[in-house]
Protein backbone atom coordinates (compact mmCIF):
# COMPACT_ATOMS: atom_id res chain seq x y z
CA UNK A 1 0.00 0.00 0.00
CA UNK A 2 2.72 2.37 0.53
CA UNK A 3 4.33 1.76 -2.75
CA UNK A 4 0.93 2.06 -4.27
CA UNK A 5 0.95 5.68 -2.13
CA UNK A 6 4.41 6.73 -3.71
CA UNK A 7 2.76 5.94 -7.23
CA UNK A 8 -0.73 7.91 -6.94
CA UNK A 9 1.28 10.63 -5.01
CA UNK A 10 3.52 10.98 -8.31
CA UNK A 11 0.86 11.23 -10.99
CA UNK A 12 -1.21 13.82 -8.47
CA UNK A 13 2.41 15.84 -9.52
CA UNK A 14 2.65 15.24 -12.76
CA UNK A 15 -1.13 15.90 -13.34
CA UNK A 16 -1.00 18.64 -11.69
CA UNK A 17 1.39 20.68 -13.42
CA UNK A 18 0.28 23.19 -16.04
CA UNK A 19 -0.20 21.83 -19.22
CA UNK A 20 0.91 24.40 -21.64
CA UNK A 21 3.88 23.84 -28.92
CA UNK A 22 6.72 21.81 -28.66
CA UNK A 23 7.30 19.57 -31.86
CA UNK A 24 6.81 16.49 -30.17
CA UNK A 25 8.14 13.04 -31.87
CA UNK A 26 5.45 10.40 -32.63
CA UNK A 27 5.74 6.95 -32.77
CA UNK A 28 3.67 3.93 -34.17
CA UNK A 29 6.02 1.37 -31.93
CA UNK A 30 5.82 3.58 -28.56
CA UNK A 31 4.90 -0.13 -26.75
CA UNK A 32 8.86 -1.15 -27.60
CA UNK A 33 10.37 2.00 -27.62
CA UNK A 34 9.45 3.33 -23.69
CA UNK A 35 12.33 5.67 -23.42
CA UNK A 36 11.33 7.79 -26.15
CA UNK A 37 8.53 8.96 -24.06
CA UNK A 38 9.45 8.14 -20.59
CA UNK A 39 12.30 8.70 -18.97
CA UNK A 40 11.45 6.02 -15.66
CA UNK A 41 11.47 3.76 -18.61
CA UNK A 42 15.38 2.96 -18.23
CA UNK A 43 16.56 0.03 -16.96
CA UNK A 44 13.58 -1.89 -17.83
CA UNK A 45 15.50 -4.70 -19.87
CA UNK A 46 17.40 -5.51 -16.67
CA UNK A 47 20.85 -5.55 -19.34
CA UNK A 48 22.16 -2.70 -21.28
CA UNK A 49 20.25 -1.96 -24.05
CA UNK A 50 20.22 -0.31 -27.41
CA UNK A 51 17.62 1.12 -29.81
CA UNK A 52 17.73 2.98 -32.96
CA UNK A 53 14.35 4.29 -34.70
CA UNK A 54 13.42 6.02 -38.30
CA UNK A 55 10.43 7.05 -38.90
CA UNK A 56 9.04 8.50 -42.74
CA UNK A 57 5.72 10.08 -42.30
CA UNK A 58 3.47 11.03 -45.08
CA UNK A 59 5.94 10.11 -48.03
CA UNK A 60 5.05 11.43 -51.02
CA UNK A 61 4.51 14.50 -49.06
CA UNK A 62 6.88 18.04 -50.02
CA UNK A 63 8.50 18.82 -46.63
CA UNK A 64 6.79 15.58 -44.75
CA UNK A 65 7.76 14.39 -41.11
CA UNK A 66 10.50 12.65 -40.53
CA UNK A 67 12.23 11.37 -37.22
CA UNK A 68 15.43 9.63 -36.00
CA UNK A 69 15.73 8.34 -32.26
CA UNK A 70 19.05 6.50 -30.81
CA UNK A 71 18.59 5.36 -27.04
CA UNK A 72 20.72 3.82 -24.62
CA UNK A 73 20.19 2.75 -21.11
CA UNK A 74 21.03 0.37 -18.35
CA UNK A 75 20.42 -0.64 -14.47
CA UNK A 76 23.14 -0.02 -12.19
CA UNK A 77 23.86 -1.14 -8.49
CA UNK A 78 21.73 -4.28 -8.38
CA UNK A 79 19.04 -3.08 -10.41
CA UNK A 80 17.80 -0.17 -7.93
CA UNK A 81 19.75 2.23 -10.24
CA UNK A 82 19.07 3.17 -14.27
CA UNK A 83 20.97 5.76 -16.40
CA UNK A 84 20.36 6.01 -20.19
CA UNK A 85 20.55 8.65 -22.54
CA UNK A 86 17.77 9.85 -25.37
CA UNK A 87 18.82 11.21 -28.72
CA UNK A 88 16.19 12.76 -31.15
CA UNK A 89 15.72 14.53 -34.18
CA UNK A 90 12.91 15.72 -36.03
CA UNK A 91 12.52 17.83 -39.38
CA UNK A 92 9.06 19.05 -40.73
CA UNK A 93 9.80 20.94 -43.60
CA UNK A 94 12.16 24.05 -43.18
CA UNK A 95 11.92 23.26 -38.95
CA UNK A 96 14.47 21.21 -37.87
CA UNK A 97 14.49 20.13 -33.96
CA UNK A 98 17.19 18.28 -31.91
CA UNK A 99 17.20 17.18 -28.76
CA UNK A 100 19.92 15.51 -26.32
CA UNK A 101 18.68 14.40 -22.79
CA UNK A 102 20.79 12.45 -20.16
CA UNK A 103 18.32 10.03 -17.94
CA UNK A 104 18.41 9.00 -14.65
CA UNK A 105 15.92 6.71 -12.53
CA UNK A 106 15.85 5.29 -9.88
CA UNK A 107 13.79 1.13 -9.46
CA UNK A 108 11.69 0.12 -6.52
CA UNK A 109 10.74 -3.16 -6.42
CA UNK A 110 6.87 -3.62 -4.99
CA UNK A 111 6.51 -6.96 -5.24
CA UNK A 112 8.51 -10.65 -6.66
CA UNK A 113 7.36 -9.36 -10.39
CA UNK A 114 6.20 -5.82 -10.03
CA UNK A 115 8.53 -2.70 -10.20
CA UNK A 116 7.91 1.18 -9.79
CA UNK A 117 10.45 3.50 -11.79
CA UNK A 118 10.55 7.01 -11.60
CA UNK A 119 12.26 8.71 -13.76
CA UNK A 120 13.97 12.51 -14.25
CA UNK A 121 16.15 13.12 -17.62
CA UNK A 122 17.65 16.69 -18.20
CA UNK A 123 19.39 18.01 -21.24
CA UNK A 124 19.02 20.56 -24.82
CA UNK A 125 16.84 21.08 -27.13
CA UNK A 126 18.09 23.33 -30.58
CA UNK A 127 15.43 24.57 -32.44
CA UNK A 128 16.07 25.33 -36.38
CA UNK A 129 13.40 26.82 -38.37
CA UNK A 130 14.89 28.59 -41.89
CA UNK A 131 11.92 30.70 -43.14
CA UNK A 132 13.69 32.70 -45.31
CA UNK A 133 14.09 29.54 -47.67
CA UNK A 134 10.23 29.51 -48.23
CA UNK A 135 9.06 30.73 -51.31
CA UNK A 136 6.68 33.28 -50.02
CA UNK A 137 3.89 34.41 -52.82
CA UNK A 138 3.58 37.35 -50.72
CA UNK A 139 5.69 39.41 -48.44
CA UNK A 140 5.11 38.80 -44.76
CA UNK A 141 7.39 39.88 -42.05
CA UNK A 142 6.89 36.39 -40.62
CA UNK A 143 9.00 34.61 -43.04
CA UNK A 144 11.72 37.58 -43.19
CA UNK A 145 13.64 35.98 -40.24
CA UNK A 146 15.13 32.39 -39.02
CA UNK A 147 15.46 31.16 -35.60
CA UNK A 148 17.56 28.92 -34.63
CA UNK A 149 18.32 29.12 -30.64
CA UNK A 150 19.11 26.11 -28.21
CA UNK A 151 17.68 25.81 -24.84
CA UNK A 152 17.13 23.63 -21.83
CA UNK A 153 14.82 20.73 -21.06
CA UNK A 154 14.02 18.89 -18.28
CA UNK A 155 11.22 16.37 -18.20
CA UNK A 156 10.12 13.17 -15.82
CA UNK A 157 7.93 10.34 -15.64
CA UNK A 158 6.65 7.10 -13.60
CA UNK A 159 6.24 3.40 -14.93
CA UNK A 160 5.36 0.84 -13.04
CA UNK A 161 5.93 -2.53 -14.78
CA UNK A 162 4.77 -6.03 -13.70
CA UNK A 163 5.54 -9.24 -15.90
CA UNK A 164 2.31 -9.10 -17.03
CA UNK A 165 1.58 -5.37 -17.78
CA UNK A 166 2.56 -2.03 -17.46
CA UNK A 167 1.49 1.72 -16.70
CA UNK A 168 3.73 4.63 -17.10
CA UNK A 169 2.75 8.74 -17.07
CA UNK A 170 5.12 11.43 -18.08
CA UNK A 171 6.20 14.61 -19.26
CA UNK A 172 8.58 14.98 -21.53
CA UNK A 173 8.88 18.35 -21.53
CA UNK A 174 8.71 20.63 -18.53
CA UNK A 175 10.56 23.79 -19.29
CA UNK A 176 8.48 26.76 -20.90
CA UNK A 177 10.95 28.04 -23.24
CA UNK A 178 10.38 30.97 -25.72
CA UNK A 179 12.07 30.95 -29.05
CA UNK A 180 11.28 34.71 -29.96
CA UNK A 181 11.55 36.00 -33.33
CA UNK A 182 11.88 40.03 -32.65
CA UNK A 183 10.00 42.28 -30.82
CA UNK A 184 7.31 42.81 -33.61
CA UNK A 185 6.84 38.84 -34.82
CA UNK A 186 4.87 36.14 -32.55
CA UNK A 187 7.32 33.89 -30.84
CA UNK A 188 6.79 29.86 -30.59
CA UNK A 189 6.14 28.84 -27.57
CA UNK A 190 7.13 25.21 -26.27
CA UNK A 191 4.78 23.12 -25.06
CA UNK A 192 4.12 20.48 -21.97
CA UNK A 193 2.77 17.32 -23.11
CA UNK A 194 1.74 14.98 -20.99
CA UNK A 195 2.23 11.11 -22.17
CA UNK A 196 -0.45 8.20 -20.32
CA UNK A 197 0.97 4.35 -21.76
CA UNK A 198 -0.62 1.17 -20.88
CA UNK A 199 -0.70 -2.20 -21.77
CA UNK A 200 -1.20 -6.23 -20.65
CA UNK A 201 -0.12 -9.19 -21.96
CA UNK A 202 -2.97 -11.83 -21.79
CA UNK A 203 -1.60 -15.98 -22.43
CA UNK A 204 -4.41 -17.53 -25.03
CA UNK A 205 -2.52 -20.50 -25.08
CA UNK A 206 1.20 -22.11 -24.86
CA UNK A 207 1.94 -20.56 -28.59
CA UNK A 208 -0.17 -16.89 -28.61
CA UNK A 209 -0.16 -14.44 -26.47
CA UNK A 210 -2.21 -11.01 -26.76
CA UNK A 211 -1.51 -7.60 -26.06
CA UNK A 212 -3.41 -4.62 -25.95
CA UNK A 213 -2.07 -1.14 -25.18
CA UNK A 214 -2.78 2.55 -25.19
CA UNK A 215 -1.27 6.07 -25.40
CA UNK A 216 -2.82 9.18 -24.59
CA UNK A 217 -1.48 12.24 -25.36
CA UNK A 218 -2.58 15.69 -24.04
CA UNK A 219 -1.06 19.36 -25.47
CA UNK A 220 -2.38 22.72 -24.89
CA UNK A 221 -5.47 23.19 -25.58
CA UNK A 222 -5.81 20.63 -28.61
CA UNK A 223 -7.74 17.67 -28.60
CA UNK A 224 -6.09 14.89 -27.18
CA UNK A 225 -4.64 12.20 -28.68
CA UNK A 226 -5.46 8.77 -28.82
CA UNK A 227 -3.63 5.66 -30.14
CA UNK A 228 -5.07 2.24 -28.74
CA UNK A 229 -3.20 -1.17 -29.86
CA UNK A 230 -3.29 -4.69 -30.24
CA UNK A 231 -0.54 -7.23 -30.64
CA UNK A 232 -0.23 -11.14 -30.74
CA UNK A 233 2.72 -12.57 -29.99
CA UNK A 234 3.52 -15.84 -31.89
CA UNK A 235 6.26 -18.89 -29.88
CA UNK A 236 8.12 -15.59 -27.99
CA UNK A 237 9.30 -14.54 -31.51
CA UNK A 238 7.05 -12.89 -33.39
CA UNK A 239 4.78 -9.78 -32.81
CA UNK A 240 2.23 -9.12 -35.13
CA UNK A 241 -0.42 -6.12 -34.64
CA UNK A 242 -2.67 -3.14 -36.04
CA UNK A 243 -3.41 0.48 -34.22
CA UNK A 244 -5.93 3.20 -34.71
CA UNK A 245 -4.51 6.46 -33.80
CA UNK A 246 -7.23 9.07 -33.09
CA UNK A 247 -5.64 11.37 -35.82
CA UNK A 248 -7.72 9.39 -38.07
CA UNK A 249 -4.79 6.59 -39.06
CA UNK A 250 -3.99 2.79 -39.01
CA UNK A 251 -0.92 1.27 -38.03
CA UNK A 252 0.00 -1.96 -38.70
CA UNK A 253 3.29 -3.50 -37.38
CA UNK A 254 5.22 -6.53 -37.16
CA UNK A 255 8.37 -7.06 -34.71
CA UNK A 256 10.83 -10.20 -34.63
CA UNK A 257 13.19 -11.49 -31.95
CA UNK A 258 15.79 -12.53 -34.18
CA UNK A 259 17.77 -14.11 -31.83
CA UNK A 260 17.81 -13.50 -27.61
CA UNK A 261 19.52 -9.90 -28.68
CA UNK A 262 18.20 -8.40 -31.23
CA UNK A 263 14.78 -7.00 -31.99
CA UNK A 264 13.47 -5.61 -35.34
CA UNK A 265 10.46 -4.33 -35.94
CA UNK A 266 8.57 -2.43 -38.79
CA UNK A 267 5.07 -0.67 -38.99
CA UNK A 268 2.97 0.88 -41.83
CA UNK A 269 0.71 3.92 -41.17
CA UNK A 270 -2.19 4.67 -43.31
CA UNK A 271 -3.76 7.79 -43.29
CA UNK A 272 -7.75 7.89 -44.26
CA UNK A 273 -9.86 10.82 -45.37
CA UNK A 274 -8.61 13.42 -47.96
CA UNK A 275 -4.88 13.22 -47.26
CA UNK A 276 -4.44 9.28 -48.38
CA UNK A 277 -5.01 10.66 -51.86
CA UNK A 278 -1.78 12.52 -51.98
CA UNK A 279 0.84 10.10 -50.20
CA UNK A 280 1.25 6.76 -50.01
CA UNK A 281 1.63 6.06 -46.12
CA UNK A 282 4.16 6.42 -43.27
CA UNK A 283 6.93 4.03 -42.48
CA UNK A 284 9.01 2.97 -39.49
CA UNK A 285 11.96 0.75 -38.32
CA UNK A 286 13.04 0.10 -35.16
CA UNK A 287 16.02 -2.28 -33.99
CA UNK A 288 17.18 -3.07 -30.52
CA UNK A 289 19.80 -5.04 -29.06
CA UNK A 290 20.62 -6.15 -25.50
CA UNK A 291 24.30 -6.26 -24.83
CA UNK A 292 23.91 -8.69 -21.35
CA UNK A 293 22.83 -12.31 -20.53
CA UNK A 294 21.41 -12.98 -18.05
CA UNK A 295 22.69 -15.58 -15.07
CA UNK A 296 20.90 -18.34 -16.88
CA UNK A 297 22.29 -17.59 -20.33
CA UNK A 298 19.38 -15.91 -22.06
CA UNK A 299 17.06 -12.83 -22.40
CA UNK A 300 14.30 -13.57 -20.64
CA UNK A 301 11.25 -12.63 -22.96
CA UNK A 302 10.27 -8.90 -23.14
CA UNK A 303 6.44 -8.17 -23.76
CA UNK A 304 7.53 -4.78 -23.31
Known sequence: MRHLA????????????PVAAQQEATYAQYMFNGLAINPAYAGQHEALSVSVLS??????LAGAPTTQSFAIHSPLLNQRFAVGALFVHDKLGVIDQTEFSGIYAYRLPVTEKGTLSFGVQAGISKYSAQYTR????QA???????I???RPNIGAGVFYNH????MGLSIPHMVNNIFSRGSNLTSIKQSFPVILTGGYVFPINRSIRFKPNALVKMVDNRIVEVDLNANFLFDEVLWFGASYHSSNSFNFLIDVQLTDQIRLGYSYTMALGKIKTVEIGSHELFL??????????????RYF
Open 6 to 17: YLLFFLFLLTGL
Open 55 to 60: RFQNVG
Open 134 to 137: LDVY
Open 140 to 146: DPIFSQD
Open 148 to 150: IET
Open 163 to 166: RNWY
Open 288 to 301: GYIFKFNSKGIVSP
